[in-house]
């Protein structure tokens, strides 16, 4: 079980809005900033979201995160199919003193 | 573009010692942060702990007691050791570099699978 929490699997078709939630405790993303990481099939993950809602250079203004209390939630609008991946939400858990992921999100384009 | 390359042995005996190099190229390892991370098959991300570039380190509570990282400023190296392998301990293990000790993962390695097995 992971420390934080994401749904398994989401959605979507073509051109659509995606969510993606990730909710944990006031230690972990109640008390610093979430980052986001999208795996494609067979790769390393490539860091997507920092800071809660920076992109890093080179990703898409398509992909969005925000954060509110203690959940964190990524947006990708216009959904394309080569964005079928795992997502994992990520924070440096206070209690731990260490950095937790979330059990990932398999996105699939319809 | 900074590029990090893992290197080990592919196949482990229960209770032996894991060691893995992660070599960064096209950057210094200096001012930053390097991580180990590991995926076992079908599951998520676990972070290991990570050195930083002055050799401060910091583990995973739950691997603390075997896990030992070192780092080597002169070839641009760092290093994992997991020592009493069991076959919970087949992953994919990935290093990652840190801008910070708080900051995201900004630059992976391709990973490389261990596999214990007697």
């Known amino acids: 079980q992971s420390v934080l929490t994401q749904p398994p699997s989401a959605s979507g078709t073509p051109g659509q809005r995606v969510t993606i939630s990730c909710s944990g405790s006031?230690?972990?993303?109640?008390?610093?900033?979430v980052n986001w990481y999208q795996q494609l099939p067979g790769t390393a993950p490539k860091l997507l979201i920092y800071s809660n809602n920076q992109r890093p250079s080179g990703v898409p203004d398509r992909f969005s995160g925000s954060k509110s209390g203690t959940s964190a939630s990524l947006a990708i609008s216009g959904l394309q199919s080569e964005d079928e991946a795992y997502f994992y939400c990520s924070a440096w858990d206070d209690s731990l003193s260490g950095w937790v992921f979330g059990g990932g999100t398999k996105l699939t384009v319809l | 573009q900074v590029q990090l390359q893992e290197s080990g042995p592919g196949l482990m005996r229960p209770s032996e010692t894991l060691p893995l190099t992660c070599t960064v190229s096209?950057?210094?390892?200096?001012?930053?942060?390097w991580s180990w991370i590991r995926q076992p098959p079908g599951k998520g991300l676990e972070w290991i702990g990570y050195?930083?570039?002055?050799?401060?380190?910091h583990y995973n509570p739950s691997l603390k007691s075997r896990v030992t990282m070192s780092v080597d400023t002169s070839k641009n190296q760092f290093s994992l050791k997991l020592t009493s392998v069991t076959n919970a301990d087949t992953a994919v293990y990935y290093c990652?570099?840190?801008?910070?000790?708080?900051?995201?993962?900004?630059?992976w390695g391709q990973g490389t699978m261990v596999t214990v097995s007697s």
């Open positions: 050195i930083s570039y002055s050799g401060s380190t």
């Open positions: 006031s230690s972990k993303i109640g008390s610093n900033p």
């Open positions: 990652a570099r840190s801008p910070g000790a708080y900051s995201s993962f900004d630059v």
């Open positions: 096209g950057g210094s390892i200096s001012s930053y942060y």
